[in-house]
């Protein structure tokens, strides 16, 4: 079953940013992020949850987006199924959310968001759900990080009910 949102919160990750996993340099748990631009990195934090990242910079950088939150539009019974909640605020409001709903794992590191099982396209491409216009994006300091929190490098939709945090 398709799972499909309009990503509606991000953070970025900058070359040389010390809250990026790619500042320690290339190791085998971060390759990705130093390959071509367009493919996921995906990763476990605490433990438990998996984040999913979209490589965005040039091939070496480092460089990627972290999708922080998603409005749920299509699949949403199996999203709700998936993390056993009916609220649809908190289905994706938040990176380990998201990853649980739509059912990203590790096995998706690597994957092509172009030609692979995770696909970002535009909403307008998305049946029954018209495009979204004029819609204010707030720019503000990064959460959920101890180090470097203050660039302002998290971007999300004014007034969305679907962002992780205020």
Known sequence: MTTAGQIVETEAYLSGDPAAHSFIGKTKRNAVLFGSAGHAYVYLIYGRHYCVNVV???EGSGEA???RALEPLQGIHV???????ESLSQLCSGPGKLTGAMGITRECNG????????EIRSRDSVPGHDPVRNVEIVRTTRV????AAE????????????????
């Open 111 to 118: 994957a092509s968001f172009m030609e692979g099982p995770l």
């Open 56 to 58: 965005t910079g040039e």
């Open 79 to 85: 999203m709700k199924r998936r993390r056993g909640t």
């Open 65 to 67: 987006v972290l999708i």
């Open 144 to 147: 959920g990080i101890l180090k």
């Open 151 to 166: 660039k302002p490098l998290r971007f999300y939709l004014k007034d969305s009910p679907f962002i992780s945090r205020k």
